[in-house]
């Protein structure tokens, strides 16, 4: 059958190429996700400050509940903060074995202030941060020149950043750690051992002026153990570990430190992983429906090639056995070609994500075998499944019968088909109807709109020979406008549903799920723009990309044309959306506001649904309605939470609002979100200027110039903030992927179906038919076929449209710009189309009396 099966392939190149390129682009496209979530994962980098230390003990930068230790999650979630060490630990670390000294490492912002007012870079036009001092015994960092810092107006820069600021020992730099600018002395320049230039730019502090701008309680960002010459490296990890006897801290030895010294390369790896992990479920089953759907098709139309062979006794398990051989070797070819495509566009992903903040610029990219063994399986397990069903109903018809009906098709579908696309349609119904009974949870609704529209589409695919007829009964009239070659098209899709439905089904799918991505998040954009605008009463916006010390909000204040001002501090905090039958937690990651309720009501409206925002305190929190309905809480009840840092907390609940989209789904007090962020330091400060202050713009920007590296801006309502916008382009990333995958899959299906029909057009020639009339017939079948496909797809998605514009706007009708709906129909429309009338055009260069006895 193995021999049988390689020759059939080469002798049947069109099916073949068809199937072959519908398996390659699957295989690339869920290796491009494989890498990811591989490289998400495995994300790290050698250690630089931290390269001396054998041990390095830092926070635990996930969590598996959010304050209730008893549930752990089965998926964990990412903390936004660095998760400090208490100072607690570094004592018993002390009494472990072949331990010769702790050190702590402690992190603040620091950026020098060039001369002309601007904060200036440090590498690969990061922000540079602080340190103390005898963190320098943690890594390879060693003078150059001068002196370690011995007060706290001395500073030592490394080699880079003082080349940079011109500056050399015995000079003076002006150095702001998110206050207005302070004068150091350049005690020294520290330069690292073995690295031409580090990873980020650093400046030292002493030790006690570290700790004092910390304001961490003796806490440290991590801390560095170092053995005795001769220790055993395994055992020293195992003693330190169970002398740490505390949950949520990890102890790293090896590369691995680098994770714990570069929180942005752990961070992005934890959000690359879930982000992998979600557009991968979407394009598994975008692409296990496809390839089904094209080897489906190739096998349908080789009914005449099975019928001689089972008259000539081949047996129903020898074709079988031959159809998934033929299969399995396009599938494991698909898969090999498909990898080294899918390595080199997970290259161009992973700079746009770097770009939009996702991914740090030198995120290294994993590419290990785990991908491609799951892409090449993928491809296989498709493809032969769906050789063997397909197989299977070709064998259900007798040898005589089938040699009978070998040119034609069974129009009738079966009572498997009919049942089983009968379930799917329930199942979408139901899946509307949940949705129904969860307006006010967007994260849900999403979830259950991919989900809906999926099923809707594959119901369509099931049902299609059924709903082919409905189709042509509403598209015949339209094709026989043309009296000769219209009627001939209408009457060719009436007596071949399954053909009609075999090229209407990947234009369902290209429209329908690409819609739905796109048109979801412009209404979500859409939603949150208008509340954004609406809630915004500020006049201005004083922001820092570094952040802004607490204080400058007390000087925009004190300014008289300054009506009021609040610091806004945000975050990211984990909550528990419910539980899996498991009884499992199921995490989910809510951005965070702190505000300062007493000031709140000039500057910002979050439009209170219910109770008071005035009551927020150190133990009271306000939710949007949708993050109160995610976490089944309502006004009075008290919720946990897992701070940013990692630290539990319960809250009561003292409001609820309705503009979580515009701002934030929690909103505490401005000190109790302050407290558990890395830098302590404010995003931004909403200001409000006195009616009629005229010189308030120019007092605004004087403060400006007190404060190097402060932008004002005028009424940022209408702008995305980098998260938005990086969330935007991955769902238009995933809809550009199902729109060329199924694209692509549209042109195979119409090429193969148009070529497998040179023996009719070589009879329609024969009968007196001009190739003229026969390309005019098949504009009019491409013409019903794309207009089947829009008609179709676009109401598959509206039901999960609805849904998501009932979340976000609480009215059914979502956001459908024109440009970007003509454009997905629009595409693939002409795609199908000019597939078609291609393979038409080059079908009918054969020879009529050579058609007719062409073989399939």
């Excluded at 607690?88 to 072949?98: E, H, I, Q, Y």
Aim: proline share 5%.
């Amino acid at each position: 059958m193995l021999r049988l099966a390689l020759r059939t392939l080469r002798t049947r190149t069109g099916g073949f190429v068809g199937t072959l390129m519908a398996l390659l682009l699957g295989s690339a496209v869920l290796s491009v996700c494989g890498i990811l979530a591989e490289s998400g994962l495995r994300a790290s980098l050698p250690p630089e400050r931290y390269a001396a230390a054998d041990v390095v003990v830092a926070g635990r930068q996930t969590t598996r509940t959010s304050g209730d230790a008893q549930r752990a999650a089965a998926l964990p979630q990412p903390l936004a903060e660095r998760v400090p060490v208490p100072g607690d630990v570094a004592k018993r670390l002390t009494a472990v074995d072949g331990v010769t000294a702790v050190v702590a490492d402690i992190g603040v912002p620091a950026q020098v202030i060039g001369g002309d007012g601007d904060p200036i870079p440090g590498v690969n036009g990061t922000r540079s941060t602080g340190h103390n001092w005898s963190s320098t015994r943690m890594g390879a960092y060693r003078l150059a020149e001068g002196h370690p810092p011995r007060g706290n107006r001395e500073v030592v820069l490394d080699a880079g950043l003082a080349e940079r600021a011109r500056a050399a020992a015995g000079d003076t730099v002006s150095l702001t750690t998110g206050a207005a600018p302070e004068r150091f002395r350049v005690a020294g320049v520290a330069a690292l051992a073995g690295t031409p230039a580090p990873r980020r730019s650093v400046v030292f502090f002493s030790d006690g002026l570290t700790r004092h701008l910390a304001v961490r309680d003796g806490a440290a960002d991590a801390l560095g153990v170092l053995a005795a010459p001769g220790t055993d490296a395994g055992e020293l990890t195992r003693a330190v570990t169970r002398a740490l006897g505390r949950p949520g801290l990890d102890v790293r030895t090896g590369e691995s430190r680098g994770r714990a010294e570069f929180l942005d390369v752990a961070a992005s790896g934890s959000t690359l992983f879930l982000l992998a992990s979600a557009v991968a479920g979407n394009v598994l089953l975008v692409s296990v429906l496809v390839a089904a759907s094209t080897l489906s098709l190739a096998v349908s139309h080789r009914r005449r090639e099975s019928a001689l062979l089972r008259a000539t006794g081949a047996t129903p398990g020898q074709i079988r056995r031959m159809l998934a051989a033929e299969a399995l070797a396009v599938a494991l070819l698909g898969g090999a070609l498909g990898w080294p495509l899918g390595v080199a566009a997970t290259y161009g992903v992973k700079d746009r994500l770097a770009g939009y903040g996702l991914v740090p610029p030198d995120f290294h990219l994993v590419i290990g075998p785990l991908p491609a063994v799951g892409a090449v399986l993928t491809a296989a397990l498709t493809a032969g499944t769906a050789a063997l069903v397909a197989a299977r109903r070709a064998n259900r018809v007798r040898p005589a019968e089938a040699l009978g009906a070998a040119g034609g098709e069974d129009t009738a579908p079966g009572r498997g088909r009919l049942i089983t696309g009968g379930l799917l349609a329930l199942s979408a119904a139901a899946l509307f109807a949940a949705g129904l009974t969860r307006k006010d949870d967007i994260a849900v609704l999403t979830g259950l709109a991919n989900s809906l529209v999926l099923v809707t589409v594959i119901a369509v695919a099931v049902l299609g020979p059924l709903l082919s007829r409905p189709a042509m009964r509403l598209l015949g009239p339209l094709l026989r406008m043309s009296r000769v070659t219209g009627h001939l098209a209408a009457a060719n899709h009436t007596a071949h549903p399954r053909r009609l439905a075999a090229a209407v089904t990947p234009l369902v799918l290209a429209v329908s799920f690409a819609a739905t991505v796109v048109f979801a998040q412009t209404t979500v954009q859409q939603a949150s723009g208008e509340q954004t605008r609406s809630g915004l009463k500020a006049d201005h916006v004083l922001a820092a990309p570094g952040g802004l010390a607490p204080g400058a909000v007390d000087e925009i204040r004190d300014l008289r044309q300054v009506r009021s001002a609040t610091g806004v501090v945000t975050s990211t905090v984990v909550g528990t959306a419910g539980a899996d039958g498991s009884g499992r937690q199921q995490l989910v990651s809510l951005g965070a506001q702190g505000v300062q309720p007493r000031h709140l009501g000039d500057v910002m409206d979050l439009k209170l649904r219910q109770g008071s925002l005035a009551r927020l305190d150190a133990g009271s929190v306000a939710l949007s309605a949708g993050a109160a309905s995610r976490l089944g809480r309502g006004l009075g009840d008290t919720v946990p939470l897992r701070m940013g840092d990692g630290s539990p907390v319960a809250m009561r609940i003292v409001a609820v609002y309705e503009r979580g989209l515009g701002f934030a789904d929690v909103t505490f007090e401005h000190s109790v979100l302050l407290a558990h962020t890395t830098s302590h330091l404010d995003t931004s400060v909403l200001i409000r200027t006195e009616p009629g202050a005229v010189d308030g713009d120019a007092a605004l920007r004087e403060l400006t110039r007190r404060h190097p590296g402060t932008v004002l801006g005028d009424r940022p309502a209408a702008q995305q903030s980098p998260r938005q916008a990086a969330n935007a382009w991955v769902n238009y990333l995933l809809a550009g992927l199902v729109l060329v995958y199924a694209g692509v899959t549209v042109a195979n299906t119409q090429v193969m179906n148009t070529l497998a029909r040179r023996r009719e057009f070589g009879l329609l020639r024969l009968a007196g038919s001009t190739p003229a009339q026969v390309m005019r017939m098949m504009r009019w079948e491409s013409l019903a076929v794309v207009l089947a496909g829009v008609l179709t797809g676009l109401p598959a998605c509206a039901p999960a449209l609805v849904l998501v514009s009932l979340a976000v706007n609480g009215t059914p009708w979502p956001s459908v710009p024109l440009v970007p709906a003509l454009a997905i129909v629009g595409s693939t429309a002409a795609l199908a189309a000019a597939a078609t009338l291609v393979a038409a055009r080059a079908a009918l260069r054969t020879r009529p009396l050579e058609a007719t006895g062409a073989r399939e």
